[in-house]
């Protein structure tokens, strides 16, 4: 990957490919904490019609990610390290939302938590994430 594929700390998170693909955008992002929401259409589900697990963990993912990066410097960039997700409700087509916060940040290691909801607001899984600063 050369640098101009690189996108800069000013470019929003939701204008990476891999974000518009799965069609997630930040609602907010501030303070350590962040908004995230995913529409699951059709395009998202396994074969028995729910949403896939990979795309809920990419929305956990994403949103501590947009969580952790409201404290980035000027010139840093971030790796997610470890990602663990909890599975407690099969997900049906519809909005997600996941809200997220950074629970402890380092100066150079930060670890985040999220919570991810349906359009009725039940609990469908639960997120934590290591995160270094690059």
Known sequence: MNQEQVQDQSTPLDQGEYWKMLGMTIVQSKNGEAVVKLEAGRNLTQVFGRVHGGA????????????????????????TIELKVNFLKA????????????????????F??????????????????????I
Request: no cysteine; aromatic share 4%.
């Open 112 to 133: 985040g938590q999220a919570e991810i909801r349906n359009s009725e607001g039940d609990l469908v899984a639960f997120g934590v994430a290591t995160y270094m600063v």
């Open 91 to 110: 997900v049906n087509l519809g909005e997600l939302v996941a809200e997220a916060r950074i629970i402890h940040k380092g100066k150079k290691i930060s």
């Open 56 to 79: 809920v963990a990419s929305l956990a993912d994403a949103a501590i990610g947009a969580a952790h990066r409201s404290y980035l410097k000027p010139g840093e960039s971030q790796a």
